[in-house]
């Protein structure tokens, strides 16, 4: 809702700023989205009177006009405008008048000195229009300042509405709340009734009452349509953003500005006999203003006569009896129309209009006969004519009803949280213009509210109490901070919180994404081996259908996204649910959710640098960074088969034997599918499992030196390094603190189908220095426990 400020202060002038007024209103919930000056400032620029416009002796295109300004004396000025003629009144800036764009000096133009300028729009920042000179009206005063005679000191408000405020799409509803708001007096335009001279009527059939409770209608003859619109109204309706089309739409937009009431002109010589409030015909058609013929759905109300459908209710009137300059006689409508029939019908048609927008939040019902009456005068004012009766037709069965709303002190006084009177209650209520009835006093003090006519948002207790807060002032409800015990909340040592683990990986250089929990059917069937996912029934998106089971897929649409945008190095990291069929209970009957972190990396291992050789990321890279997140040697890896991994590639993580996760490199065949360029290592582990940290334990720390051994053992291909060290570690003595693999060799020296793993023995105690043969017991103890296991021997 756009309006300009001056034709608020003609309703309602509160003795505050511009600025103050603002921050009123939007503080009351009717937020002010902007606030302009309606042109930028200059200064020195006054009416002048073209007296002569002779052509330049030394240019074409150039003029030298003799300029009165008034008190300022007769300038001769050179001005190249082709409108330039004697007789005009023009704006004219004298020199050292500072427009927005320039300085006015004095000069010579091809010889002649020039003392001022003549002003197009465009350079008093008006429009974009220097086509030629700006014209003034023929009755402005020569020497008034320009931005006086032009009102160009005023300000354009406007206003962000939520749609329970119907009633403030209109300069006397918002001029009600600043009244309200502020105590300031309102001053509404006086409306008497029209006298009618002829008695001339059409009648009125409301055929759908519920529709259209109300309607009243008027014939005013010979009418002059091509009257011009007086330069108040003409401003005034393009200061609020609505162009000027003719003298009879010019009133009906005006009033509905002004009132808040949509108005409809029909051409009363296309009208044959009574106008109905009807549904459409099957198949029945509507060339509609705006050149649309539309097929109206069976529950929209068309306006009709005896003849043909002529408008729809509330919404647009037709193309076949509109008023043109032409129209002599016409018919000036004047409904109300429920918000229920027309809510949503100009959408689904493709477009919208003034009238709908009213329609649809809420018309006062009773504003129709002051509407009509306001118009009539308008109308003979500006085009003459004679004006016949008013019929009005109403269905009051179909009315809305305002049903009282009663409001208790003591309940408004505890919501607000501040101390408030019965008093102050009843004098807020007054302001508003709501009628009450009051029992009781003081804290038990009950008001009877009965919302009036325009208000479509008053029905419970609850409304009222917010409309006391609005009056009182949000700025004047002090911000108590909530008084409560503070209590530490336990926090468990043997567990860390998401947000430390967050910071764990992000250390690991990975950067955090968060991905949608819908996704592609594809990545389902070929990341988690899942034909039947869990589907949407309404997906926001074709390729985001299904509920994920894995992250794995919006991590690989992650590196495909950075991929195409020339990123090689790419590790990424997403905590987050998945959802799963179940049969057990959870909290979602039939599916589990289960948090999971996963994380990939491509690309490079390391950023360039001088310092490393460049490597491209292997699965021990992405390992390491698994492992760094669990207590050391916690984790165990032994092969498995993934839908999304390289079937040689890819590794369960077990936890105490338990499985935790995934780890691999991904499938060469959706590396190319998706464009990665190059398989990735990916990894997905159960979070919870992540989430649980061991309570460290203490350990001495040996006063005496260790001693180290080297041991070669040849075992067969087939036998992982995991399973070997796990058998010595478990035949190991307890001074051996810590068994190593350094070296693995295949080769020349070794029979067909072996390989030799050499590991390094750290042995230590706390008490003592070991002694040789503890040494060489504790060497034979590993070696035979691998013989035993494994068949191992000693490579010579």
Known sequence: MQFPESWLRSLVDPPLSTVDLCHLLTM????????APVAPPFSQVVVGHILSAE????????????VDTGEHGVLQIVCGAPNAAAGMKVPCALVGARLPDLEIRRAKVRGIESSGMLCSARELGLSQDHSGLLDLPADTPVGADVRQVMGLDDHLITLKLTPNRADCLSLTGIAREVAALTGAPLTLPEVAPVPPVHDETRGVVLDAPGH???????????????????????????????????????????????????????DDARLTGAIHVRLPEPGEKLLLLNEQTVEPAADTALIADEARALAMAGIMGGEESGITLETRDLFLESAFFSPESIAGKARALGFSSDASYRYERGVDFMLQRRAIERATR????????????VVETVAEDCL????????????????????????????????????????????AAVFTVTPPSWRFDIAIEEDLIEELARLHGYDNIPARAPRAPLVMMPQAEAKRGPMALRRAVAARDYHEVVNFSFVEAAW???????????????????????MRTSLIGGLVGNLAFNRKRQTERVRVFEIGRAFRKSTGDGPVPGFDQPLLLAGLCAGPASPEQWGLPAR???????????????????????KTAHPALHPGRAAAILLDGRHVGAIGELHPRWAQKYELGGAPVVFELDLADVLATPMPEFQEVSRYPAVVRDIALVVPQAVPVRALLDALESGAPAIVKAVQLFDLYQGKGLEPGQKSLAFRVVMQDTSRTLEDREVEAAVQSLVEAARREFGASLRG
């Not at 009257?227 to 005034?236: E, V």
């Not at 070929?526 to 390729?543: H, K, R, V």
């Open 28 to 35: 009351a919930g009717l937020e002010v989205e902007e606030m």
């Open 55 to 66: 052509k330049h002796p030394d240019a074409d295109r150039l003029k030298l006009c003799s």
């Open 212 to 266: 259209c409770p109300r309607y009243c209608g008027r014939i005013v003859r010979d009418v002059n349509a091509a009257a011009p619109s007086p330069a108040w109204m003409r401003q005034r309706l393009e200061r609020a953003g609505v162009r000027s089309i003719s003298a009879l739409v010019d009133v009906t937009n005006y009033v509905m500005l002004e009132l808040g009431q949509p108005l409809h002109a029909f």
């Open 378 to 389: 308008l109308i003979l004012d500006i085009c003459g004519g004679r004006p016949g009766p």
């Open 400 to 443: 809305p009803r305002r049903a009282p709303v009663r409001l208790r002190a003591a309940r408004a006084a505890r919501v607000i949280g501040i101390p408030i009177t019965g008093a102050q209650i009843g004098q807020l209520i007054e302001g508003m213009g709501f009628p009450f009835a009051l029992e009781g006093q003081g804290e």
């Open 524 to 546: 389902e069937a070929d990341f988690c081996g899942n034909i039947a996912p869990i589907t949407l029934a309404n997906p926001i998106a074709s390729q985001m259908a299904v």
């Open 616 to 638: 491209t990321v292997d699965f021990f890279d992405a390992k390491g960074d698994v492992e760094a997140l669990f207590p050391p040697g916690a984790l165990r890896f032994t």
